[in-house]
């Protein structure tokens, strides 16, 4: 369960970030779609440029106003998400310090993780204890047609104050002692130590199916969430490449734009692409973050430790 509370609070909490970067690359593309707007207004009124340059920087920026409404909303609902989870009103998640290091996950073998949460994960240890319960079950359950051995003792005291029928009046009192042992030896009991152990039996073998199951399940999860790192480090790497890419075509562009060899839809189809550029390198950069954490909860080894190295990679609080 605290293993589950952590990855919950974390992914909330990136949650908010993610939709902070959302919201503030949209109006940043607002903006830049309004100045190629305004600049395409004041090519047509000089006859430098047709109508339809200024038609479609007004319907890409109509478009980005209702991404931007969108993007309001979404960052309410999630701020209101981590407020819930957290029991704090109006929390302020802090933003990723730039630029920054991704943690690698360490050791960079699957096999590793997967040995590991076969061994460690509470859900297979919990399996492993039902399995070891419906063991001692069946021992019990064998038990059952053995003879047993009990040992009685009693000590009774009888008091008569005003005596009895055969002598009233005389103060007695009467002191019995006994000890024995009693061996009991089951005959028959209708089948019933029989059928005991073939259902404590049938237990058992369900007991270790789950066992089985639970061990198959984490090494499935473990692997996905392994392999999940790996891919997102990737593609972090190819998106920071497209990043930067995305940029110099945008001012190719621009620059083509302004001696006429470009048209303004290719102006604003390369800022939507450096800004959508943008949002997802931010995205899976969160994603890494929060797979690391997910691949040691399917290992069974997250602790609070983890959380706090992740926190260490955020930017210092603006102090009040």
């Known amino acids: 369960a605290t293993q589950d509370l952590l990855v919950r609070v974390s992914q909330a909490y990136f949650d908010v970030l993610a939709a902070q970067d959302t919201l503030t690359f ?72 730039q630029p920054v290091p991704l943690p690698r996950v360490e050791p960079a073998n699957v096999d590793y993780w997967v040995e590991t949460a076969r061994a460690q994960q509470p859900g297979v240890r919990q399996a492993a204890i039902a399995l070891a319960i419906a063991r001692l079950e069946t021992k019990k359950a064998e038990t059952g047609h053995r003879p047993t051995v009990d040992l009685q003792a009693g000590y009774n005291i009888t008091r008569n104050p005003n005596g009895t029928l055969t002598a009233p009046g005389v103060n007695s009192r009467t002191n019995v002692a006994s000890i024995g042992v009693a061996l009991n030896l089951p005959l028959f009991a209708g089948f019933a130590v029989q059928n005991r152990v073939k259902e404590t039996l049938a237990l058992e073998t369900k007991a270790e199916a789950d066992l089985e199951t639970a061990r198959r399940n984490v090494a499935q999860a473990t692997r996905s969430a392994f392999f999940g790192v790996q891919s997102g480090q990737g593609q972090v790497q190819a998106l920071e490449a497209a990043e930067a890419s995305s940029q110099t075509a945008l001012d190719a562009n621009k620059l083509g734009y302004q001696v006429g060899v470009r048209i303004n839809i290719d102006v604003l189809n390369a800022q939507s692409q450096l800004y959508q550029t943008k949002r997802d390198l931010a995205q899976a950069r969160y994603n890494v973050l929060l797979g690391t954490l997910k691949l040691r909860q399917a290992a069974g080894t997250l602790g609070l430790e983890d959380v706090q190295r992740i926190n260490s990679l955020l930017a210092p609080a603006k102090q009040p």
């Open 26 to 97: 949209v109006q940043a593309q607002k903006t830049a779609v309004s100045e190629q707007l305004a600049s395409a207004k004041r090519n047509f009124e000089v006859g430098t440029s047709t109508v339809t340059d200024s038609r479609e920087a007004q319907a890409r920026y109509d478009l980005v106003i209702a991404q931007e409404i969108a993007a309001e909303n979404d960052l309410r609902v999630k701020k209101l998400a981590l407020d819930q989870l957290v029991g704090v009103t109006n929390a302020q998640p802090v933003p990723l310090a």
